[in-house]
T-cell receptor
Framework: AQSVTQLGSHVSVSEGALVLLRCNYS??????LFWYVQYPNQGLQLLLK??????LVKGINGFEAEFKKSETSFHLTKPSAHMSDAAEYFC????????????FGSGTQLTVLP | GAGVSQSPRYKVAKRGQDVALRCDPI?????LFWYQQALGQGPEFLTY????????KSGLPSDRFFAERPEGSVSTLKIQRTQQEDSAVYLC????????????FGPGTRLTVL
């Protein structure tokens, strides 16, 4: 079975600073990896996904993530934080086969300080 | 186009009552998923449909939980004899069908059991 670990349940950055949210996965087969963002009282919105094409994936709102198989990581970055980036971020994994569901990490709450 | 919609958005039930939560997926999406999100946690998988067939219900926490998608479109998650531990946000997601496809989430139904 696959799993996801997100290091740091809360991350604070200053506006304009680098955002780095960590995600490590465990999977016995090649994974598909996703980052979702959740704003208060809303559903999850896809930021980006890795599906075995390019290892550096660019998403919406200036976010990107790099798939590193040797490190089993898929960390999310953004060069310059905006106040509007404050939200909860979830990393998730799925694998091909009969089980199509996403397995999520426990989330990282991002706070952006003025 | 329209996204995934869920109703009601909020539901308060007394312990022991039955509840029914509705999900309208994106038109043409073959796969439909239900997740449960406890406060401060990532979503956890409940069950998965491909068209009208329920292919995986391994995440349903007890036999009080039942889901259906009779015509391969709208789905209903039913919880019988609700308990306080059922209090959570119930998220519905739909996708085109493969594990690599993006799952689009609805806004969720927040269930509070008193």
């Amino acid at each position: 079975a696959q799993s996801v670990t997100q290091l740091g349940s809360h991350v604070s950055v200053s506006e304009g600073a680098l955002v780095l949210l960590r995600c490590n996965y465990s999977s016995s087969v090649p994974p598909y990896l996703f980052w979702y963002v959740q704003y208060p009282n809303q559903g999850l919105q896809l930021l980006l996904k890795y599906t075995s094409a390019a290892t550096l994936v660019k998403g919406i709102n200036g976010f990107e993530a790099e798939f590193k198989k040797s490190e089993t990581s898929f960390h999310l970055t953004k060069p310059s934080a905006h106040m509007s980036d404050a939200a909860e971020y979830f990393c998730a994994v799925s694998v091909s086969g009969s089980a199509r569901q996403l397995t999520f990490g426990s989330g990282t709450q991002l706070t952006v300080l003025p | 186009g329209a996204g995934v919609s869920q109703s009601p958005r909020y539901k308060v039930a007394k312990r022991g009552q039955d509840v029914a939560l509705r999900c309208d997926p994106i038109s043409g999406h073959v796969s439909l998923f239900w997740y449960q999100q406890a406060l401060g946690q990532g979503p956890e998988f409940l069950t998965y449909f491909q068209n009208e067939a329920q292919l995986d219900k391994s995440g349903l926490p007890s036999d009080r939980f039942f889901a259906e998608r009779p015509e391969g479109s709208v789905s209903t998650l039913k919880i019988q004899r609700t308990q306080q531990e059922d209090s959570a946000v119930y998220l519905c997601a739909s996708s085109l069908g493969t594990a690599a496809d993006t799952q689009y989430f609805g806004p969720g139904t927040r269930l509070t059991v008193l």
